[in-house]
């Protein structure tokens, strides 16, 4: 979900030069590659976080920024979580898990308070170590 947000464009500028972005719009994925077209080692692809196209382990680091918040705007109450937004974050962070490859990192940057996400984020399943 990286949006229009620089933040790809910052990690370049860093030395960070081989970074994947993907977001679900089209028009925004088109409009990212037009404006940063200059960068050869940014890539875009139109993709669903809910079902990443990448291969199993094809990444040291995945990172994500406010877009799993998105999967919590309509949640009334953070304590009690509904069904239907614990299971899309459970099948977001089974595919996050799926492309990192072992000893990778996954970076959230939330909104949310640590105490709402941890319960996500520290499913057996993912094996993680939280930080």
Not at 30 to 39: D, K
Not at 100 to 106: A, E, K, N, T, V
Request: hydrophobic letters at 45%; glycine letters at 6%; a neutral charge.
């Amino acid at each position: 979900g990286c949006g229009n947000s620089a933040l790809s464009h910052d990690l370049y500028k860093l030395g960070y030069t081989n970074v994947t972005s993907i977001d679900f719009s089209p028009a925004c994925i088109a409009a990212m590659r037009a404006r940063y077209a200059h960068c050869p080692g940014l890539r875009w692809a139109v993709m669903d976080i809910r079902a990443l196209t990448f291969p199993d382990a094809s990444f040291d680091v995945v990172l994500e920024k406010g877009t799993l918040d998105v999967l919590m705007v309509e949640e009334t109450d953070p304590w009690h979580v509904s069904p239907q937004a614990a299971a899309a974050m459970r099948r977001v962070l089974a595919e996050v898990s799926r492309v990192l490859r072992p000893g990778g990192c996954f970076i959230s940057i939330t909104f949310a308070q640590p105490y709402f996400r941890k319960p996500h984020y520290a499913q057996e399943a993912f094996g993680w170590s939280l930080r």
